[in-house]
């Protein structure tokens, strides 16, 4: 799309889930738009992490937009848990039916956006010299989309081919015979390391933190399962925004201890055959806020390691004991533990022998060299604040977003910052956003961002700011909540603690789905208390 000349409504970053239904909703409601996507096409996070084994893990039915009734129904999902290219063939449908890549240039990312106070527009340019003039600006940024790429001695030397999960090759990538490497035992490590294996000569898989991860059972869609969600599919997602995390509630007490050992042991043995999203953690309402709950589940998991890993050096070193369960995010494999009784997979552990660096050929450690071919990062991103930050935001008077965020990141409900106005952060620090169903998080978010510049075209407003007083007792609400559970125990992404010199603070809102829209339409209904609105 030619870049407007004269100032438009709205300007949009990124062509996920989130930008995407941005641009249709500003849209629908006669803004006039334009949006930025660094990739080439729609998809956001499913266009980049294309590595093999790439799945979704919460439920197909689910994780899709529920904007359009007549779109969820003519949408079929394969399996129980899309694969990235399903989710990715998705993205590309809702595309062509709503038009949207008429409102985006593509391979343009976004590296500068500057607040012009006596205009109240936000002007907006990409590495690629594009620029645009827009009362607001909405930072569709998504949560996990700057890599982190650890520099690791050497890494320089290495002749071999270094791959990212993150950035997978769009061709895909033939590791027959090769020798392969993987660093990163978190979601995207646990989903690829057994696909690498049964695909490469030899696998070692490089691991700092053991992780808890449990079985997905995917399998196709019960078509009677289908049909009673379909027979009311809007019924259904209104159901499932009452519940925490915007899913399909699985728990089943609000304390592990509400049941006997047996039926306690019972139950976690049913979850882990049937799989599903959140797994065994979910079961019980304690699971994240009580040490001892948290502890019979963790317990579970660690015995299932011992009976599937059949070395019990390696299956020790598998076994998570420095964090409670499900306090770094939860993943949901397809037979990990078992991929480490291949006899083309090695597990090194790097909290006993750590990489020291890296030569030509091969990864060495304090007391070995593993010779590879390839060496594939699944290491994780700068979440949250990352691919805020890299945009060069300049709100009032100048101010840097990068430093007004240096103690970590302040928003009001995590959609709006106080200094920047007009910009909305969608699914942002503060929000519930990646702990819970993340396309339910993204039509909230969306739909309270149209509604609030409906509200301000209504009352002739130009100008909207979150009071200072308002957004700090956000911070502390988010601060407390995440206090009264185990969250904060796990050296996590959720804290920044996976980067260097990031300052620690949870960086999600843990009281649920449904306590936050709940708090975002209140807010709204009393005219936007806590905004600043102004002509
Ligand atoms: O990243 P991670 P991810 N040397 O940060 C290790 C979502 N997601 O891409 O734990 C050695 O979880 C690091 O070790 P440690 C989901 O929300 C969803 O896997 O820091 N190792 C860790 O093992 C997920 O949580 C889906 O000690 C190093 C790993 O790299 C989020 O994305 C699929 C290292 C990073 O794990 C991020 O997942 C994929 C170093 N220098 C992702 N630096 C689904 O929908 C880092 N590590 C299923």
């Not at 989309?145 to 061709?171: C, I, M, Y």
């Not at 959609?415 to 929000?431: D, I």
């Not at 911070?475 to 904060?488: F, G, N």
Request: proline content about 5%; overall charge negative; hydrophobic content about 40%.
């Amino acid at each position: 799309m030619t870049i407007p000349d004269k100032a438009i409504d709205a300007v949009i970053v990124g062509a996920g889930f989130g930008g995407m239904y941005a641009v249709h909703r500003l849209r629908s409601m006669g803004l006039s738009v334009h949006a930025f996507e660094a990739a080439d096409d729609v998809g956001g996070t499913w266009w980049w992490n294309c590595y093999p084994g790439a799945r979704c893990d919460v439920e197909s039915l689910d994780y899709c937009y529920a904007f359009d009734e007549a779109l969820l129904h003519e949408w079929k999902w394969s399996e129980r848990f899309a694969t990235q290219a399903e989710v990715l063939r998705y993205a590309n449908h809702v595309a062509d039916r709503y038009g949207l890549r008429d409102n985006f240039t593509f391979n343009a990312r976004v590296n500068g956006c500057i607040w012009d106070e006596d205009a109240h527009l936000w002007t907006v340019t990409t590495e690629s010299g594009d620029r645009v003039r827009a009362r607001f600006l909405i930072a569709a940024t998504g949560c996990l989309s700057k890599p982190h790429r650890p520099d690791l001695p050497g890494l320089d030397d290495f002749a071999g081919n270094v791959l990212f999960t993150q950035a997978w090759p769009k061709e895909g990538y033939d590791l027959a015979g090769k020798r392969v490497g993987v660093i990163g035992t978190g979601s995207s490590g646990i989903q690829s390391i057994p696909e690498i294996a049964r695909r490469a000569a030899h696998l070692t898989v490089f691991q700092r933190t053991a992780n808890f991860t449990l079985p997905a059972v995917n399998r196709p869609i019960f078509p009677e399962y289908e049909a009673e969600i379909r027979a009311d599919y809007l019924g259904h997602r209104r159901t499932i925004l009452q519940n925490k995390a915007a899913t399909v509630k699985q728990t089943i007490a609000e304390s592990a201890f509400d049941l006997s050992d047996e039926e306690r042991e019972a139950a976690y043995e049913d979850k882990w055959q049937r799989g599903g999203a959140g797994g065994i953690p979910v079961l019980f309402a304690d699971s994240l806020t009580n040490p001892a709950s948290n502890e019979e589940a963790a317990n579970f998991v660690r015995r299932k390691i011992a009976e599937i890993v059949e070395d019990p050096e390696t299956a020790e070193s598998l076994t998570p004991r420095d964090h409670p369960i499900a306090t770094k995010r939860i993943c949901l494999d397809t037979d990990y533990y078992a991929t480490f009784n291949r006899p083309n997979v090695t597990l090194v552990d790097l909290k006993k022998t750590p990489i020291e660096r890296v030569s030509a050929g091969a990864i060495i450690t304090a007391n070995a060299e593993y010779p590879l071919d390839v060496l594939v990062f699944a290491t994780g991103f700068d979440a949250m604040t990352g691919p805020l930050r890299a945009m060069n935001v300049r709100g009032s008077g100048g101010q840097a977003l990068e430093q007004v965020w240096a103690d970590g990141p302040r928003t009001w409900l995590g959609l709006m910052v106080a200094g920047f106005p007009n910009l909305f952060t969608v699914t942002g620090p503060g929000s519930p956003s990646v702990i819970v169903n993340m396309i339910a998080a993204i039509e909230q978010h969306v739909n309270w961002i149209a509604d609030l510049i409906a509200h301000m075209r209504e009352t002739g407003q130009t100008r909207a700011e979150p009071q200072e007083q308002a957004q700090e007792e956000w911070v502390d609400e988010v601060r407390r909540v995440a206090e009264t559970t185990l969250y904060p125990l796990a050296r996590s992404w959720y804290n920044g603690d996976n980067i260097d010199g990031k300052p620690r603070m949870f960086m999600a809102w843990l009281g649920g789905y449904p306590v936050y829209a709940q708090r975002c339409d209140e807010i709204a209904a009393a005219g936007y208390a806590g905004l600043e609105l102004t002509a």
